[in-house]
């Protein structure tokens, strides 16, 4: 008699509004038998949660309990729901969740790099997208961040929270002094602060990089600097003509 490989899902939830929950994502979820994930993210998902075997988990307590399920999942189907989406920003955890149960499936979800550039009316195509949230060197990615400041594009910024080791954080407050450190006058760089987006916290900052010294943002932020030109097909056809 053939054993059935577990089915398992890594899924986006959204940035927090359960409106901003895939259909898709919702059926998947609500077909599960077992839910693994983060306070943030189960909550966004709780009235699809009914019925469910359902573990929450943190940083420190992940590896347990994935190779807990992994010894009793049997035929069940296992989701594995993540704020935002699905690929961007949750490599590492990913990665793990295939060494752990072999090959699985990912859904795509709305992610709040998607809400900030909608909100503050940039391009993706413009802007250049860095994650700090890993736990490996963030120096390429420093280095990523200056370039892309220098060559005129838009940048988004997902910060490192780190409060067990604070020297390893690079919030807002480590981004501006980085910046500035480093030769730009960050007086006249502008920049947005999004945070808890999408939900009933939501808050917007608005200002200079300079004035994010010392100033402290919630986990669940983004950060946005917008420095490039409109440049829609009137500009280049009014070009030709002239």
């Known amino acids: 008699m053939n054993v059935k490989t577990p089915k398992v899902f890594a899924v986006g939830v ?5 409106e901003y929950i895939t259909k898709n994502v919702q059926d998947i979820i609500l077909d599960a038998d077992i839910i693994i994930g983060y ?5 966004t998902i709780n009235r699809l949660l009914k019925n469910k075997n359902v573990y929450m988990i943190t940083m420190t307590n992940q590896e ?3 190779n807990k399920i992994k010894k009793e999942i049997g035929n069940k189907k296992l989701v594995v ?18 060494q752990i149960f072999g090959n699985i499936t990912i859904v795509p979800g709305i992610s709040s790099i998607q809400v900030a550039a ?3 009316q940039i391009a993706l195509d413009k802007t250049k997208i860095i994650t700090f949230h890993i736990s490996t060197s963030i120096e390429n990615k420093k280095i990523e961040l200056r370039k892309g400041l220098i060559d005129g594009f838009n940048i988004i910024v997902l910060p490192r929270p780190w409060p067990s080791q604070p020297k ?3 919030m ?6 980085y910046l500035k450190n480093n030769g730009f006058d960050t007086s006249k760089i502008n920049v947005i602060v999004y945070e808890s987006l999408t939900t009933n916290s939501e808050k917007i900052f608005v200002g200079k990089v300079n004035e994010l010294e010392n100033k402290k943002f919630s986990d669940l932020s983004i950060i946005v600097i917008k420095q490039s030109k409109l440049e829609s097909y009137y500009n280049i056809l009014d070009a030709n003509i002239m």
Request: aromatic residues 16%.
């Open 118 to 120: 909608a909100k503050a």
């Open 81 to 98: 729901p993540f704020t935002g989406d699905v690929n961007f920003s949750e490599s590492e955890v990913v990665d793990r969740l295939i």
């Open 64 to 66: 347990r309990i994935y």
């Open 39 to 43: 306070e943030f993210t189960l909550n």
């Open 172 to 177: 807002h407050s480590e981004l501006a002094f």
């Open 14 to 18: 959204g940035p927090g509004l359960y």
């Open 168 to 170: 390893k954080q690079f």
